[in-house]
């Protein structure tokens, strides 16, 4: 008998015409022999609703408040699904996270599970039970509600898979699995089968939003299957896996992009030791998070320095790299917030050379011009001009044939 | 040091403007040197809202995930309270029922109170914190979410307080206190100071629906000082006590009076052992509530039976009692739904002869016929056709003087 965690975000229980239709997908899937536990996301649009009620109460809803009221949301969903599952004949029961004892730690709006009592689970499958459970949330060690912050649900579902050694974690969504880039910029984008973890990771955070980083982290650290696939149409998805596919021969396994950053340049810093935490060290404790940092040498033995950052705190880091810029006596600032950052990602890089080659050429006959590279050992980035991102994505997608189907090696 | 228990219902917290109100009320009495426990109500119509959406969703909703569901209400009430505290400066923390350990029975959606751990409560207190309580929930020895019925937050209010030896409970609601009758009826009706829980138990089963009466059984039980007073106007309310007063004189405190009632007669009954059981047993199967039960022997020694019962359980009660006259061989069934039945409330006619003819008098000289009459220690009530309702209040009000001030004695 296989054990699946169903996990359904918002959209997918946005009114009870779609959790109806999530009780029919459930009850199929029990229906084949399964064990099934569900984890719900609450109604689209309850949780925003809920923070205007918070922050019409107090100017900074205070943290523990905040938790105890946006779990709510959740554990309302739980209760209709629940419902709707008896409704058509298949009993089910509903818990909070608290009541299935997701401990976490007590860092109220962004708490961290620590454990999960399984026991009262799979009693409750043992007895047949089909067990919903409220995503999102869980308590502390003094029993305070927490929560895990936006997209949480996806975690609860990754880490409750994880302690009952599931034999799959299903994320439905309103996607229909993980592309090889953006379909709204190339039309010919394909979805993947496989995907291994770390490819996720760099898929995640280069902007294709598709799950939470932190549950592909989750599923990577305890190995649990992860799938993504649509609450809206049929389709097996795409199965994120820890082992490097040996199926599939392909390069590299998409090309990802980010709009949302801005680059600075801080040029002429004359070269001494301890000149890049005299940068970034005031930058970092503006709770300014910088992405890509490139340090050359410039004429005369000075420096010129570049980073990237998110575009809302581009005016806040300008202001001060100025400020930086006067007291270290270096040349001036350099400021552009319309790039983009591209990103080729795949495992299959790490045993190829000229992949990064490939790229560079193929932007070159495209007459784009690179302004920045940074690499890691399954990705290269690159930061164009804003007006180039979707000629380099489509371009790059056909040099890496991304649009067929890989063969079989 | 008093400690106090604050209840607010539904309309007192229906939107953010009110519960800041409430905020208010509640930092000024704890800045007078209180200890403040705050219980709350869901705000007004979202229960009702998440019932709809259980009845959408299952169309005879599972009581146990119904409790699941509703508690919500109460769950977001108490934080967004808590953040307004907090707003204006008044230290304040939020639990559910089931996080200051309310536990109750397992019967879900009508969950009796079996106890309240007040280590919590106390201690958070102690800390100088406003504790603010979901109201109407508890949970199971098994840690499943109870509800404890409609109009559940005051039986909280009064739990806590009795746990926690309160002071005072105090229960805001939209009216200001218990009055004589019902002012719109007659207007001359005054606000009572004082009245004692037996008193107050009839008025308010008898249709002067201020408290729920297990809230008030509860109170007497642990003698709790309960206060009902209002949200929206200032004022000292009514106090409800277990003494006796022995300030005021009054023979009675209240008129109350209930125009739900419907009146089935069965007439010619033969006169044997364990007919009133042949009449009401069928009735009791069928879940009718019977109220008054007057049996009287008729012609030819056999015997004239009558009732009342709930409007709503008019029809199916004359259907049953037709049968039931076949069976018996009785003679007919005559039924009336125009009747109301009023009555006279105070502890004082324990002690006072006559009441109960000065009530008879004062009808008869308003020409008004008296159907029925039953009596117990505090009350007389009678049946009189529904068209003389507020000629027999306003003459009774009258009658005894409800609206002067009861003299010291």
Redesign the interface.
Known sequence: MAVYVYKFGGTSVGS?ER??AVAERVKNARDQGNQMIVVVSAMSGETNR?IA??H????E??T???D??IS?GE??T???????L??IGCPA??Y?G??VRILTDSVHTKARIRSIDDKRLRADLESGNVVVVAGFQGIDEH???TTLGRGGSDTTAVAIAAALKADECCIYTDVDGVYTTDPRIEPKARRLDKITFEEMLEMASLGSKVLQIRSVEFAGKYNVALRVLSSFKEGKGTLITYEESQMESALISGIAFNRDEAKLTITGVPDLPGVASKILGPIAEANIDVDMIIQNIGEDGATNFTFTVHRNDFAKAKALLDTICEKLGAKKVISDDTIVKVSIVGVGMRSHAGIANTMFKTLADEGINIQMIATSEIKISVVVAEKYLELAVRALHAAFELDKEPCES
Chains 1, 2 share one sequence.
Do not use: F, W, Y
């Open positions: 009870i959790i109806k809920l009620l918070a019409d109460a107090q100017s809803p205070d523990r408040e905040m105890a009221l709510t554990q309302v739980s209760a209709l699904l629940s419902m709707a008896r409704e029961c509903s909070t608290g009541q029993g305070n509600i």
